[in-house]
């Protein structure tokens, strides 16, 4: 099952640049024109390889040029890369135009991502779809790690010892959690204490997947498939955004509730006594190791427990 997972999260990442494996997905390109059909297909030849950042703008270049043919498929995987930052500069709002265009000649994934990145406005095309330029460049990883994260956190040091067959668990969360205003290191330290990276883990409580959702959480967020690891973590992601909203980003808050609920915590008026809860908040607290996290004032009304604080 664990390989099945990881063909779906290889998927959902790289078709951005075709099928990252042209032998076990064969692409189709029989109602595109014949110069799209030739930009795709060059495109396909790196589809694996878009971490590096000259291959990611190489076939973003071709992606460009066939979004400019109306191509819907090179729309959306061009949407992708702009999406995750591959071979160009994240940018949600481009991505989300992309998908827009293309959801809107009927391509059902764009569709889906366009819900997924949920923007207001998504009308700020690439330049290079809407004239004959070039795409920016991907600035140097180096560049922006000094710029962003001068420090390594303790979950970012845990992160680096992971087995290979866990790592693409932290680049799925680092990618998705902006786009919920999640700082992905808290999310990678939630993960780290409810699963170890397991996207199979099962509690005897019916907890499900990376983050653990339990059937209630997983209905209330949407979540179908709670064994599917991009479901789970924007599942896992979007309940944590409630949460900080509730508890007006009180980590350690937060972090009791996504445990033992947020109800048990109001009950507590804070941490609740449960040893369980209490070694967990601990343990994430840890890994995190901030108190604070910023949060959606109007998304849902306070806890009366920081209300109380306030």
């Given at each position: 099952?664990?390989?099945?997972?990881?063909?779906?999260?290889?998927?959902?990442?790289?078709?951005?640049?075709?099928?990252?494996?042209?032998?076990?997905?064969?692409?189709?390109?029989?109602?595109?024109?014949?110069?799209?059909?030739?930009?795709?297909?060059?495109?396909?030849?790196?589809?694996?390889?878009?971490?590096?950042?000259?291959?990611?703008w190489s076939?973003?270049?071709?992606?460009?040029?066939?979004?400019?043919?109306?191509s819907?498929?090179?729309?959306?995987?061009?949407?992708m890369?702009?999406?995750?930052?591959?071979?160009?500069?994240?940018?949600?709002?481009?991505?989300?135009?992309?998908?827009?265009?293309?959801?809107?000649?009927?391509?059902?994934?764009?569709?889906?991502?366009?819900?997924?990145?949920?923007?207001?406005?998504?009308?700020?095309?690439?330049?290079?779809v809407?004239?004959?330029?070039?795409?920016?460049?991907?600035?140097?990883?180096?560049?922006?790690?000094?710029?962003?994260?001068?420090?390594?956190?303790?979950?970012?040091?845990?992160?680096?010892?992971?087995?290979?067959?866990?790592?693409?668990?932290?680049?799925?969360?680092r990618?998705?959690?902006?786009?919920?205003?999640?700082d992905?290191?808290?999310?990678?330290?939630?993960i780290?204490?409810?699963?170890?990276?397991?996207?199979?883990?099962?509690?005897?409580?019916?907890?499900?997947?990376?983050?653990?959702?339990?059937?209630?959480?997983?209905?209330?967020?949407?979540?179908?498939?709670?064994?599917?690891?991009?479901?789970?973590?924007?599942?896992?992601?979007?309940?944590?955004?409630?949460?900080?909203s509730?508890?007006?980003?009180?980590?350690?808050?937060?972090?009791?509730?996504?445990?033992?609920?947020?109800?048990?915590?109001d009950?507590?008026?804070?941490?609740?006594?449960?040893?369980?809860?209490?070694?967990?908040?601990?343990?994430?607290?840890?890994?995190?190791?901030?108190?604070?996290?910023?949060?959606?004032?109007?998304?849902?009304?306070?806890?009366?427990?920081?209300?109380?604080?306030?």
């Amino acid at each position: 099952m664990l390989s099945s997972i990881k063909q779906s999260v290889a998927v959902f990442f790289w078709l951005a640049a075709g099928a990252a494996n042209a032998a076990s997905m064969p692409a189709d390109y029989s109602e595109e024109s014949p110069k799209v059909r030739e930009l795709l297909t060059q495109a396909d030849v790196l589809a694996g390889e878009l971490d590096d950042p000259d291959k990611g703008w190489s076939v973003a270049k071709l992606y460009c040029t066939a979004s400019r043919l109306g191509s819907a498929e090179a729309q959306y995987r061009l949407g992708m890369q702009y999406a995750f930052g591959k071979g160009v500069p994240e940018n949600r709002e481009q991505a989300a135009a992309l998908f827009q265009v293309a959801a809107h000649q009927g391509h059902f994934q764009a569709q889906n991502m366009l819900e997924t990145i949920n923007l207001q406005q998504a009308d700020k095309l690439p330049q290079c779809v809407l004239a004959e330029v070039l795409p920016e460049k991907l600035p140097p990883r180096s560049s922006i790690r000094s710029e962003l994260e001068p420090e390594i956190t303790r979950i970012e040091r845990y992160v680096e010892t992971l087995p290979k067959s866990r790592r693409w668990v932290v680049e799925m969360v680092r990618s998705l959690s902006d786009w919920y205003g999640i700082d992905p290191n808290f999310a990678l330290s939630v993960i780290a204490v409810e699963s170890n990276f397991s996207p199979e883990a099962l509690s005897n409580k019916d907890a499900m997947g990376l983050m653990q959702l339990i059937p209630a959480t997983a209905e209330r967020f949407n979540v179908k498939n709670a064994f599917d690891a991009t479901q789970n973590i924007k599942g896992g992601l979007k309940y944590l955004r409630w949460l900080l909203s509730y508890f007006k980003g009180d980590v350690q808050l937060v972090a009791a509730a996504y445990n033992a609920g947020e109800r048990a915590v109001d009950r507590y008026k804070g941490v609740p006594p449960y040893p369980e809860t209490r070694n967990y908040v601990k343990r994430v607290m840890e890994f995190y190791q901030r108190a604070s996290h910023p949060y959606e004032e109007n998304l849902v009304m306070p806890s009366p427990v920081v209300l109380k604080k306030g």
